[in-house]
C-alpha cells in the first residue's frame, strides 16, 4: 500500500503549486506612464495575501523607500497610500505571505512624466 502513495502525492504536485497567490493586477499597471502622481498603489492577488514589504525607488535613486502603514490583514486586494512623486521612472517592490506560506515577491515599474 505504501508505494501508492508516493506516485499519488506527486500526481497533486502541480496542484500544489497553483495554490501560490500571484499578483493579478496592479495599480499603476506594469510599463505604465502616468501624467500625475497616483493616490495609492493597489495590488491584487489570485489569493488574499499578507502584504509584508512593500518599497519605491526611483531611477537614480541609491536607496529604495519603505512605505508604510501596510494593510494589517490578508486581502486578495491590497491598497497602500503613495508618497508625492516626482516626474521619474519608478519600481514598486512589494512581498507577501500567501495563504499556504509561501513568500512572493515581484516589482512593477511605472513612470509619471513630467507636468
Known amino acids: 500500500m505504501k508505494r501508492f502513495r508516493v506516485p499519488w502525492l506527486l500526481a497533486l504536485w502541480p ?13 499603476p499597471a506594469d510599463g505604465a506612464t502616468l501624467s500625475a ?4 498603489f493597489t495590488l491584487r492577488f489570485s489569493q488574499a495575501a499578507q502584504l509584508t514589504a512593500l518599497s519605491l525607488q526611483k531611477q537614480g535613486q541609491a536607496q529604495p523607500q519603505k512605505l ?8 486578495v486586494q491590497l491598497r497602500v497610500a503613495a508618497p508625492l ?7 514598486l517592490r512589494y512581498r507577501v505571505v500567501s495563504a499556504d506560506g509561501h513568500i512572493m515577491t515581484g516589482s512593477v515599474h511605472f513612470t509619471v ?3
Open 15 to 27: 496542484l500544489a503549486a497553483l495554490a501560490h497567490a500571484h499578483l493579478e493586477q496592479a495599480e
Open 37 to 40: 502622481s497616483p493616490p495609492q
Open 68 to 75: 508604510a502603514p501596510l494593510p494589517a490583514t490578508a486581502g
Open 85 to 91: 512623486l516626482d516626474p521619474g521612472s519608478y519600481e
Open 113 to 115: 512624466a513630467a507636468r
